[in-house]
Each structure stands twice: as C-alpha cells, then as structure tokens.
C-alpha cells in the first residue's frame, strides 16, 4: 500500500475520532469504516469502531470489530479491555474477566481493567476480588473516585457496614454529589456532643434511601437535641410529620431555619458506628395519617379476599442515563406476574409511572390472564396517600423501589422481588433484612431469571390463602 493512502486512512481515523468524543456517532462511524477500506491492515479504526458501535448500542458489530483489532495485535491490552466491556454488555461475563485479566497480564499498570473487572466480580458476587481490585485501581490512581464509590458499595454488600459507611463518604468526591448544597455549619458525624443543638438531618439520592434513613431522627433527639428538622422532598413531606423526633419538615424552597449543625441522611449510619447487629430496625417508624386510612377504606369496601399491593417497576430516571441498566434489571415485566393470579386474592396496583401504568392498561386491554387489579394510584397526590392505601392492605409484592421501603417502614409485610446483582442494602445470601423486620427477599437465583422469583412467590402466596380457599 502506498503512504499517501496510508496517511489517508490515519487521517479519516483521526477526524472520525474526534467526531465520537463530539457525540456525532454515525459520522464517527462512517469515518472508521472508510479508514478501514483505505487501509485494512490499520487496526486502530477497527478499536474505535468498536467504540462508536457500542454507543449506538450495536454490541454483536462492536464485538465483530474488535475481535479483529485484536487478531490484528494480540498485544493490545486496550484492545483487551475493550473487548471485555463488549462482552459484559452481552451479558457473557466469564469471557469479560477474562478479558480484563489478559489486558492485566499483557500491561500490570493499566488502570481500567482493574475497575472493569472489580465491577464484573461484584456482579458475580465474588466480593473479596473485587475489593483487592477496586484496592489495585486506588494504588495506580488514589483519586479515582469512581473506584473508591464502588469499593463502598462492595464492602456495605458484604455486610461490613461500619469500614463501608466510612468509604461511604468518598461519595462527595463525585461531581454529582458536589453539587449538593453547601452549608456554612459543620456536618454532624458523631462525634461533637448534640445535647442542645439544633440538627438539619437532609435527605440525598433517592427517596427510598430518605425513607430508609429518616429512622435515626428519633435516636438523635434522644441524645438530647433540643430541635431535629428534617429537609425531604416535597413527596414526603406530610408523610415525614408522622415521625418520632422530628420537631419540623421543610422541603425543598422552604425557608430553611437556623441550626448547628447538619448530617446527610445517608451518612447518619456512619455517625451511629452501624453494624448489622446495631441497625435501629423498629417493627415500624412511619404511620399513616388516619383519616386517609378510613378514606381508602371506605372506597375499598368490606375485605372478602387477601389484599395484596403490587408493584413491578421502579421507574425510569430520564436524567441519569447511567442508572438506565441498573432499573431494566431490576424492573419485572408485568406479563411475567400473569401466574400471580390466584383465588382469594384481590391485588391491589401501587404503580406509579406513566410507562408502567400504560403496560398495565394495554395488557387490561388485550383481556390479560393475570390477576386483576384495583388502581386507584390515579389519587395519589404524596406518599402519604399511598401509605393510607398501604395501611389497609395485609401485604405488598414490589421489586426494589421506593414503595418497597414505605411499606416496610410502616410495618408492613413486603415481599421484596430482587435482583441477581443485589443493591447493597440488601445483602447477599439471606431472605431477610436486618433494616425491617417484615421484609423477606425473593432473589432471582441467576441473572435475568424472574421466573423462579415469580415461581417462589406464587407457591408461598399458595400456601397463605389455602385456609382461604376451603
């Protein structure tokens, strides 16, 4: 081949890698594939190719590409690590360590495939190895942050709550959490005396972790704090009054009052030196305001039948595309609960969302063969809606949402639908929670497998309403 095709095809690689870093992905594509017809032997533009397929969520054209970058230059331990991240996307994660570990033998310093293969082993639940992984990516790099947040994650998974709390905090360090909002008075992590003090508790991420942690309120003023005031979202607010110790509820725009000193919800474990034999796991610590409750009773009528709350879906977050893999996994189809239907059993829908609510009225439509379901969610106006409706129920089914905690919270019996690759506050290898006692987890015994979860389930639904069934 002569050089000026050659400089031609490096040329057209270059520019069409530039246009994958500015988001144009199909010029960025175009680009490689006419680098690749100039000069086949280059085997960079095969790499990026992968690259830009991957982003475009062809993962079978990204692996064919760079298989052959690698064919190409059996030395290349990005090329390695590539191909490990394809092979992960494809759900083949055996093969996706082993590709990370060739990356690693091929080049000991190469940061990534440490990251990539600790993440991968916590999806196999080989824990140990990848903490000493996330350990190998913090000693090339301390201040990669993204190793230090999933490292915590890691250790709270395995049950050390007290050192994973502590890593917990490594979570400011992520441009997400910088953002939170900055307060002159110093945070609170239990170490100062709060005997007459004012404490501003805040809540952070989700509103099923405000739900989790707002129960270290009460033990807060009962060190002596002469005031506890509790900044929720605005969804919570009024549910947020019910709760022992809490001298006022503010949200989000509310004039925020003085105080000394401030904790974020989720760091409060930290400051109580948590283990999992000293979580605070009352029977219950929220109460649905009892007006609503008659409400909801009234409007369900007289109970013939085991109520049953149902909800398959955690949602979609629009915003954070990096949580998008993690709801799709741990959302359950609503077809797949068709089996549910059984006698004497009246469901209940919980489900909010306008994606879920619609699979709900398009399977209603097609005259589905799963169990029926009242659905009032149309009135819920806050949580403390759903938790009246909730009170007057004898149990709730969801997946891992924020309703899963509400009902728990509220004493509720849940059955937990789980993931494989478990959240950390549910722990590996055990059915229940020592973060409510009501909770009992239904885990899918391999990735993806909601059958044997739905199965499980509707075996011991079963055996409670057999007495029903006489």
Known sequence: MDNLKIAEASELNRKATIALQNGSIEEAIKGFEMAIELDPNFSQPYSNLCIAFRQSGE????????????????????????????????????????????????????????????????????LNEAIADFDSALLLKP???????????????????????????????????CSEEKFAQPMWLGKEPIFGKVIFLHSEQ??????????????????????VILGVEKPLKKLMQSLDGVDQVITR??????????????????AFGTSLDTVPAK?????????????????????????????????????????????????????????????????????KGADPEADLEELIQQRWNGPEMKNYVGEFEDFSDTAAL???????????????????????????????????RWLLDRSDSPWYPTLKLYRQPKMGDWDSVVESVRQDLLEVTAPLRI
């Open 59 to 126: 993962f079978e054209k990204a692996l064919k590409c760079i298989t052959q970058a690698i064919s190409m230059d059996p030395a290349n331990e990005v090329a390695h690590s590539n191909m490990g991240v394809i092979l992960a996307d494809l759900g083949r994660i055996e093969e996706a360590v082993a590709s990370q570990s060739r990356a690693i033998d091929l080049q000991p310093n190469f940061l990534e495939p440490y990251f990539n293969r600790a993440n991968l082993r916590v999806l196999q639940q080989r």
């Open 390 to 424: 909730i009170a007057n129920l004898d149990l709730v089914i969801s997946v891992d949402t924020s309703t899963a905690h509400l009902a728990a919270a509220l004493g509720k019996p849940v059955w937990l639908l789980n993931r494989y690759d478990s959240c950390w």
């Open 206 to 227: 989700g509103l099923g972790d405000t739900l989790q942690f707002c129960r270290y309120a009460s033990m807060i003023k009962f060190m002596g704090a002469k005031k």
């Open 283 to 351: 029977l219950s610590y929220l109460t649905a305001d009892p007006e609503k409750v008659k409400y909801w009773s009234d409007k369900l009528g007289a109970q013939k039948m085991l109520r049953v709350g149902l909800v398959w879906s955690g949602g979609f977050r629009p915003g954070q595309p990096e949580l998008w893999e993690i709801n799709r996994r741990r959302n359950v189809p609503l077809e797949y609960l068709a089996p549910l239907k059984i006698e004497g059993i009246e469901f209940v829908s919980l489900q």
């Open 253 to 270: 725009g509310d004039p925020l009052p003085s105080f000394d000193f401030h904790t974020p919800m989720m760091s409060l474990p930290l």
């Open 143 to 177: 201040s990669y942050y993204q190793a230090k947040w999933n490292r915590a994650l890691a250790l709270l998974l395995t049950g050390d709550l007290q050192n994973g709390f502590e890593a917990f905090e490594s979570r400011w360090e992520i441009p997400a959490f």
